[in-house]
């Protein structure tokens, strides 16, 4: 299983960015998927998941900002970042789970590397 994950960078705070993820390796349209966060010095932390069938669950700090969707014709997953604050600065990473439904405080199977969000006030 490989998950890529781009569109990381610098915005200010008010702004927004869209994160992506492909995927290889896998049948798609089995997993669960989610975007993850480590801000420097914490945990990580669940952002977003998303079911097979789009049921989704949002972690309360990002709710009504952040909107996580997936194309299992392309095997992508995306997160949607508006209104960002400097608190969202952390590297994101994209997840994988076998399973028709997760949560983000479900243990994943496997992982991208990462891209790196930074949010200036």
């Known amino acids: 299983v490989r998950l890529a994950e781009s569109g990381g960078g610098s915005v200010q705070a008010g702004g927004s960015l869209r994160l992506s993820c492909t995927a290889s390796?896998?049948?798609?349209?089995?997993?669960?998927m989610g975007w993850f966060r480590q801000a420097p010095g914490k945990e990580r932390e669940g952002v977003a998941s998303?079911?097979?069938?789009?049921?989704?669950t949002y972690a309360d700090s990002v709710k009504g900002r952040f909107t996580i969707s997936r194309d299992n014709t392309k095997y992508t997953l995306t997160l949607q970042m508006d209104i960002l604050k400097p608190e969202d600065t952390a590297m994101y990473y994209c997840?994988?789970?076998?399973?028709?439904?997760?949560?983000?405080?479900?243990?994943?199977?496997?992982w991208g590397t990462g891209t790196l969000v930074t949010i200036s006030s």
């Open positions: 997840a994988a789970r076998l399973g028709r439904q997760c949560s983000i405080n479900d243990a994943m199977n496997a």
């Open positions: 390796g896998l049948t798609y349209s089995m997993y669960c």
């Open positions: 998303i079911g097979r069938d789009g049921i989704t």
